[in-house]
């Protein structure tokens, strides 16, 4: 079993970052982080965010509605940002309050500012095949984690464990495509699917995202399997200073022996979601350059 | 076996229509069809929609440039029907001439006049399970045709053979989508899926969109499975006056006595996309009014 280590991948994309952004003319890329209240995971998010960018020479500009912030008020406020000639990317970081229609926010920034790739005009893209979108950072990441792993998806069978909008859609769609390093066989399941393991134990790469403590485990894998966990579960632990510890949704102690590659959680998908916003933000400077 | 009778379905919606168009207060619904060049069997399809449309009391206008129209001046035209109020729905007849980009040209098209269901906008929809958009015709007809023969696909495994934007992505993205009906399980297969028959064979339904005359053989599936074919192919056969015959892309004879359910060609998903895209023109006029 090799590790497919997401801290090393990740920073070797920003270390190549810095060097593009280094070498970019004009002034520097900026990203706008919006961060409604102060839920404890959002903060620390965007805290990572902004380290991030300032470390690869992207300036941030930090917004912090309260969060009794009303649906018309952050339009205006995401409308203002559009408009802004230094903002390149926007992200408005999920979840929002429940008072707030998240889909319908995402769809206010503007899609060549949508760096977090959730508009529905950059998703419709990523069905498309057409590059001149951005593809949202988690799936994204898995992608480049694959790609970076020597994985090539041509002839295999691909299965995703969820079908949220942020990660198995596109995922999906992702692995699907025509493409160098993608085309393969995708099958999509969830909550609703019979017989799961009859179907996972076909999969040649299997990319969890449900949510699910530990949900994946030996008896639902192939040997040799591709494994990529994108969850992100915290789980009490009375020996853990902070009360809980960090669990993806596979089983790792027993599927690890029998895969050929897997993620870790923490230090698997996680960073590289950091890291691909990062790579939309330089992507978005270059376009906005390019006008 | 039973056959899904398209013709039959497609009508009782055509009935369905022509009773709501009646009631519909103000002006008729308005469908424009664009259709560059004289391509014979876009001249076939647009004619048919437009006798569809005055069965049911839709107006329509058609269009048609040249087959040397430019991109630009293309825009202008679909720019103009946009702004135009008295226009519904808008259709730009696929295929175009080489020299125009396809995907660009349906984008151009507002997403509120989208009734074709190409836009990127409206595909988005579809993968965001948001029912404000168009659903692109021929999927919609496909789920159609499903709810109306009294097949619910949850818990069911649905295979798509093709990752086409015109059928094969959307028809997984709806079948996947988590509503009544739907719910499926999804695979998608295609040129580059290793192993074929042996995924096709786990199929509790299978949609075939590859446009291969007779691929499907009774090897490739379990018995009682339900067949949706969207193949629509034209093979020379010298006994008939056109020296063409049309056929699916399932070999009809040797797959339908292990069905339990499948539709023919013609007379299957072919009336049912003309149905929808009616239906998707009374929406917009619906929506229209309700400005």
Chains 1, 2 share one sequence.
Not at 60 to 68: D, N
Not at 178 to 192: D, E, L, M, P, Y
Not at 193 to 214: E, K
Not at 244 to 250: A, I, K, N
């Amino acid at each position: 079993m090799s590790l497919i280590d997401g801290n090393a991948i990740a920073a070797r994309i920003i270390a190549e970052l810095t060097a593009e952004v280094a070498a970019l003319p004009g002034r520097r890329p900026c990203l706008a982080l919006v961060r409604v209240g102060e839920d404890p995971a959002s903060v620390s998010y965007v805290r990572k965010k902004e380290q991030t960018a300032a470390a690869i020479g992207v300036d941030s500009r930090i917004i912090l509605p309260a969060v009794t912030i009303t649906q018309g008020e952050l339009f205006t406020l995401i409308d203002d940002l559009n408009a802004d000639p230094g903002v390149d990317g926007i992200l408005v970081q999920s979840p929002l309050p429940k008072h707030l229609d998240e889909v319908a926010v995402f769809r206010r920034v503007a899609p060549h500012k949508d760096v977090d790739g959730f508009n529905t005009l950059n998703l419709g893209k990523v069905a498309q095949e057409d590059d001149t979108g951005f593809v949202s950072c988690t799936p994204a990441g898995i992608m480049e984690l694959l790609a970076r792993s020597g994985v090539d998806l041509k002839g295999k069978h691909v299965v995703v464990l969820g079908r949220s909008l942020i990660v198995g859609k596109p995922i999906a769609l992702l692995a699907l495509q025509k493409r160098a390093g993608a085309n393969g066989t995708v099958t999509i399941c969830h909550s609703g699917t019979s017989n799961l393991p009859a179907i996972t134990r076909q999969a040649d790469v299997l990319i969890a995202a449900i949510g699910r403590p530990d949900f994946v485990t030996a008896d639902m894998i192939k040997p040799g399997v591709v494994v990529i966990d994108v969850g992100i579960n915290r789980v009490a632990d009375a020996t853990k200073k902070s009360g809980y510890r960090l669990t993806g949704d596979v089983h790792f102690a027993s599927v690890a022996p029998l895969a050929a590659q897997i993620t870790p959680v923490p230090g698997g998908v996680g960073p590289m979601t950091v890291a691909m916003l990062m790579k939309n933000t330089v992507k978005a400077r270059r376009a906005s350059s390019a006008e």
